[in-house]
């Protein structure tokens, strides 16, 4: 059972994924990925409630 979108998990776990096969920045390409997969708006709606809960 995988994460629900916008919870965080998935990101992370994408970014542990890239970072283990060498890639230089894991966070932004996992951003990119997530921007295309969800696109642009409900991407950083995702982005923003992260951002909220980590306060």
Not at 13 to 26: E, M, Q, R, S, W
Not at 37 to 45: D, E, I, M, P, S
Request: proline share 4%; no cysteine; aromatic share 6%.
């Amino acid at each position: 059972m995988t994460a629900r979108p916008g919870s965080g998990a998935r990101f992370k776990a994408l970014t542990n994924k890239l970072a283990a096969k060498g890639a230089k920045d894991p966070k932004g390409l996992a951003a990119s990925i997530g921007r295309k997969k969800f696109g642009k708006a409900a991407f950083q709606q995702m982005a923003a409630a992260g951002h909220r809960k980590r306060k």
